[in-house]
């Protein structure tokens, strides 16, 4: 049984969009490594932009920059 654990920062992925990235994930395991679909869980966390570093700075302040 299959986990995969998406993590994402909480920037406007829709629903339509995590959809396609379970099913992706999904597909991928079948496919690759012949996992049942039906047994493979897959989460996405989303996470605040406060929550997440990159480089040992925080995202919502690289974001500000990016503007």
């Given at each position: ?37 039906a047994t ?15 480089g ?12």
């Amino acid at each position: 049984m299959p986990y995969v654990n998406i993590k994402i920062t909480n920037e406007g992925a829709t629903a339509e969009q995590k959809a396609e990235l379970i099913q992706g994930v999904t597909e991928l395991l079948q496919t690759t490594l012949n996992k049942n679909p039906a047994t493979t869980v897959v989460v996405i966390d989303e996470v605040e932009t406060d929550n997440w570093g990159i480089g040992g700075e925080v995202v919502t302040e690289i974001r500000k920059r990016a503007k």
